[in-house]
Nanobody, 116 residues
Framework: QVQPVESGGGLLQAGWSLRLSCAAS????????MGWHRQAPGKQRELVAR???????NYAESLKGRFTISRDNAKNTVYLQMNNLKPEDTAVYYC??????????WGQGTQVTVSS
């Protein structure tokens, strides 16, 4: 089992920046990649960004340039830096750890609310 735990959400104004953290604990060996997804009210969960164990990254096309994913292997932590936040970024942000074939593990989520 892998337990991702998110932190850093909050209530912000448009144009502000925020960094989310996701710390993985448990059986963290052979985690292939970690990523951030988000789910806005009434919408499906969508990929925000992902980073592999080799630090290769991919992003949702619409978020490139504003969001940056990074990782600290020594702390087993992944970060999501979000800049120039917009009201449409309001969502619950979920971290996951892909430890396939063992499984994909999800955190509980952290709420990000951006007011105009």
């Amino acid at each position: 089992q892998v337990q991702p735990v998110e932190s850093g959400g909050g209530l912000l104004q448009a144009g502000w920046s925020l960094r989310l953290s996701c710390a993985a604990s448990g059986s963290i060996f052979r985690i292939n990649s970690m990523g951030w997804h988000r789910q806005a009210p009434g919408k499906q969960r969508e990929l925000v960004a992902r980073i592999t164990s080799a630090c290769s990254t991919n992003y949702a096309e619409s978020l490139k340039g504003r969001f940056t994913i990074s990782r600290d292997n020594a702390k087993n932590t992944v970060y999501l830096q979000m800049n120039n936040l917009k009201p449409e970024d309001t969502a619950v942000y979920y971290c996951n750890a892909d430890a396939s074939p063992r499984g994909i593990y999800w955190g509980q989520g952290t709420q990000v609310t951006v007011s105009s």
